[in-house]
């Protein structure tokens, strides 16, 4: 009965703010609501740096990127991809390697919605409205299927999106399951909110103001983000601040590189 | 943006590195001519300006750093910044003062990506502070210079920042829109799907089904409705979750099977499967061959959850011309059809028969209608004459009752007696008539030198009643209409089915009515029951036509034939009742040489066409005027 097919159709509630949009109010982006700018504004009452922490992860997607296809990586999954603004990992990555196949996954419609309209006359990008926490929804998919090969290594990028997957939903096998699927010298990024360094307090305030969100939020630490790497070769410098992974340049890490609130690595699949 | 790249020096890229800038850092300030101003030409060495402006640019940029994100790797957006740099120095040096290059590299700041209010705080510090020094300018001019470029930065930095904010609120209001849109038109097709297989319902069923045949100028629509009759059984025994796996578990088969071009599958009831097949090009078989494995596929035993079920399936076969084919049509026939083969019994297959579900549809029309018929009187007495064969005369006639229905015309009985019965109307239809009757029989007497004897049918209900006497002889009162003036028949068969019956006949006959059994010899009484019926007050009987009908019309027969030993039958059972003082009618006489053989066996009563058809009450009228 795999066949069956998901009669629940999404609901699109512009009044309930969406974490995608509110990453990209932090980005200094406009596509977001009142909604979405008033639950962001709490946040960053709370973490002033909220919109570097955000480029930071930002950034640490560019390196990522840039690092796969510098392996020679020419097609990307870019699960949680959120709402697609300039510099996005097509971009980057048919810019260098013209050609390069992307898919984006998001479970919000919206988000989705606006890739689409973004990703028009490109053929070798797709988006897919699907969720990480049904990764076998995303490796059947159609879409999927018309982008990317499987028999070729692939670049997983999971951009701050884990946290967003509890503990109960076993991400752990969900990784499992995306290396099962993917050829040798695929790789893996991942970027991981984490409460290192914080208080419980503000990490608490933090989480109740995402629970007003569709995505509530579960943070972890380094050792909790390396085990989620098991049976993936972890690149070198293995699970940092997301600052430290590999920076371009040395004003990049700053005196304190754990402001970014993110841990995150890079594996490869032998 | 390239438009503003244009007039960069040729060195300005590669000074942009890392090592370029420290050298310019530490390197000694380049000599610049004295009184340099906004009206001088272009800086003294180009290799030194070039130096420059890749200084200010590296300081800009790292100025920039994390006030966004970036979008290119920082040697590339250095770069792009060195030309501006450069285009604002251009700015500076300008004999006239032209906003424009200020305000394009306002617009491309946020054409590169740097859009926080902090970029452009950031850029006027720099500008502000470090420009001048950083191109070796000086001079109270070119800080008004300064002021004019910054002015110009700004506006065009907001006036971009602006016009992008705009798009990308378009932008995230028509993704929403179009989200909304999907959302939309997904729960529009949930509307038209069943949730428990994922099929398309009846609803679905008409929808998809309306492309595929348009699809097909000629060619045929074969629609089979396969009924699982034992599901409600499964669903009481082994639970409707169980129930709901087998459903699920069918209609994956029928998935499975019938996902050509040209077939269709739905769910269009609890235990409702409807599979449709369109004539295509690309298909082998007609389209009835591809569907009559569809019933042997859902018979297969099903295992749910350790358990095995093995269910039978009633279908109902529906096929016509594709071009005219409707959805709800298709549906509803292939309804009839299943319901015809179930009541077939199990694993029974129908075809649809037009003729049979029009008689269907009429007969149900007739019953919805036969209540308000019979409260409004609407049915009518119709009298065919009896008469005494030796004279010839019309001695009584038969109550016979007719509904003239606004749509079907004048209905006989046999289409609504039953309908009346199942109905439970019988009681409220016979005293309808017998007051009809009454009344017109009392006319006749007012008015006719030898007035007919009036015969009713009675319904067994009717006899069976306990008040039956009493309301016979209300309306006898009513019409004033002496008791042996009326003649009641009840059928042998109804006679028997239940003892209150053969109570109220007796009742009647004590009551004076004159009391006589219909349709004798054609139920299960046999012959020994004659000697019972005067007991119970019978006074005669009626032989149905299925005498005569084997004699054959000309009433004469060789002795040794079915019509020869038929004639010695209706001889024997005549004298026979006559023996035991019954009196005889014989129905069913249509020829004169019918007529002649009961005149010659004696019978003492005849009825047929031969003597008159029904007619109402005035045409009777006038036929028993002109008696003598």
Partial sequence: MGAMPEWVPETVDTTKPSAARMYDYYLGGAHNFGVDRELASQVLALFPDGPMMAQANRSFLHRAVRTMLDAGVRQFLDVGSGIPTSGNVHEIAQQAAPGAKVLYVDHDPVAVAHSELMLRGNPDADVLQGDLRRPAEILESSQLRGVLDLSQPVGILLIAVLHFVSDDDRPGDILAGLRDAVAPGSHLAVSHGTGVGRTTATMDQLAEIYRATATPLTYRDHDQVRELFAGWELLDPGVVWVPEWRPSWHDEVGENPGFSGSVGAVGRKA | MSDILAGVPDGAQDGAQDGARDGARDGEPPDLAPGLGPDLGPAATPDRAAVDLAVFAWEWTRVLAGTSWVADDRTVVADRLTRLTSRLAGALRAEAFAPEDGIEVGEALVGIGYVAPDALARTVTLLQERLLAELRLDGAALEARLAQLVGAVCLGFTRALRNRTLDEQEAIRSSALLAWQRAEAALREQTL???LTGLPNRAGFARDLEPMTAAVATGTVTACLLVVTDLPSVDDVAGREVGDAVLRALAERLRSRYRAPGELVAHVGREEFMVAAVDHPDATDTTGLRLAGAQELLSAPVAVEGQRFVVSVAAGLVARPADRTDATRLLHDADRAASWARSRG????????????????DDRELAADLPGAIAAGSLVAHYQPIVAPATGRVAAVEVLARWPHPRQGLVPP????????????????????????????????????APPTVSVNAFPAQLAGRHTPGAVAEVLDEAGLPASALEVEISEQSMLSDPRVLRGMADLAAFGVHVVVDDFGTGRANVAHLAELPEHGVRGIK????????????????????????VRVLAWTVDLAHDLGLQVTVEG?????????????GVDLAQGWHHGRPADAEATTRLLRTQR
């Avoid at chain 2, 199990?346 to 549809?361: K, N």
């Avoid at chain 2, 005293?431 to 009757?437: E, M, S, T, V, Y």
């Avoid at chain 2, 005498?547 to 030993?565: E, K, M, N, Q, V």
């Fill in chain 2, 543 to 566: 032989l149905p036509a299925d005498f005569l009908a084997r004699i054959g019309p000309d009433g004469s027969a060789c002795h040794d034939t079915t019509a020869g030993r038929a």
């Fill in chain 2, 346 to 361: 199990r694993d029974a297959v129908a075809i649809f028969d037009g003729a049979r579900d029009a008689r269907e549809a």
């Fill in chain 2, 589 to 601: 006489v249509e020829t004169a040489g019918q007529h002649d053989l009961v005149e010659a066996l």
């Fill in chain 2, 193 to 195: 799907h069943d949730p």
């Fill in chain 2, 414 to 449: 046999s289409r609504f007696l039953r309908l009346a019965e199942r109905g439970g109307l019988s009681d409220a239809l016979g005293r309808g008539l017998l007051r009809q009757a009454c009344r017109q029989a009392a006319a006749w007497r007012a008015s006719l030198a």
